[in-house]
C-alpha cells in the first residue's frame, strides 16, 4: 500500500524479494506466487512480470503492486490484486514455513506433560501445518486394508481444541485480526519428535533450492 524497497526480509541476510522478483526465471516465478501465495492467476503475473523486468529492474513495492495490478486487473471491493503474490514472497524470503515448523518442535521438546501450546495463524497454509503438528493422523496417507497396519503413535499432543476466529467485534477493533485462526492443545507424557516436515503439509514448488 506504500512505495518502499522491494525487500521484505526480516533480517538483512539472504535474498530480497527483489532477488527474487527480478531472478527468478518465468516457470519458478509462476510456481512460487501458486505455491506460497495460492494466485490462480500466478503465470499471467509472472508473465508480465518477465517483461517488465525486461526493460528495467522491478526495485519498489509500488512498482510491483501496480504491475500486478495492471495485470491481473481489479474489481471494486476485492481486497488488492496483488496481495496474495506479496504473501508469498514474503514467505519465501523469510523461510516462514521452516521457521513455522522449527518453532513448532521447538515447543514440542520445551513443554512438559500438560503444557499447553497456544498458535495463531494467519492464512490457510500456515493453519494446515499447525493443524497437522497437532494431529498427524490428519495429515498421514491414508492405509491399505490390504497393507500391514501402522500401529499409531501415543500422541504428543491431547485434548486438542476447535480453532477460534475472530468474532464482529475483534475484527471491528482490529481489521487486521479478521483472517488470524487460533488453535491449542495440551502436552502429553510422550517424548517428542525429531523436527519433520513430513505429512504436516508444507507447500512446495518446482524450482525451490
Known amino acids: 500500500m506504500r512505495e518502499g524497497p522491494l525487500d521484505m526480509r526480516m533480517t538483512t541476510e539472504g535474498e530480497s524479494a ?46 510491483l503492486a501496480r504491475l500486478i495490478e495492471k495485470s491481473i486487473g481489479r474489481k471494486p471491493g476485492d481486497a488488492h490484486p496483488a496481495t496474495r503474490s506479496f504473501q508469498a514472497l514474503r514467505i519465501a524470503v523469510n523461510d516462514e514455513f521452516g521457521q513455522l515448523v522449527e518453532g513448532l518442535f521447538a515447543s514440542e521438546r520445551l513443554l512438559t506433560d500438560g503444557g499447553r501450546l497456544a498458535v495463531v495463524t494467519f492464512h490457510s497454509l500456515e493453519d494446515r501445518i499447525v493443524k497437522r503438528f497437532f494431529d498427524p493422523e490428519k495429515g498421514a496417507p491414508t492405509q491399505s486394508r490390504h497393507l500391514p497396519q501402522v500401529v499409531a503413535e501415543t500422541p ?20 487486521r485480526a479478521r483472517s488470524a485462526i487460533l488453535r491449542s492443545a495440551r502436552r502429553s507424557s510422550a517424548p517428542s519428535r525429531p523436527v519433520s516436515l513430513e505429512n504436516l503439509g508444507v507447500p512446495r514448488f518446482r524450482g525451490a533450492a
Request: proline share 5%; aromatic share 4%; hydrophobic share 40%.
Open 18 to 63: 527483489a532477488d527474487l522478483v527480478n531472478g527468478l526465471d518465468e516457470t519458478t516465478l509462476a510456481n512460487l506466487l501458486f505455491a506460497y501465495g495460492e494466485e490462480r492467476k500466478s503465470r499471467r503475473i509472472a508473465h508480465s512480470i518477465v517483461a517488465a523486468r525486461a526493460a528495467a529492474p522491478i526495485e519498489t513495492t509500488a512498482e
Open 156 to 175: 504428543r499432543w491431547i485434548d486438542v481444541a476447535k480453532a477460534v476466529k475472530p468474532g464482529d467485534a475483534e475484527t471491528s477493533r482490529n481489521p
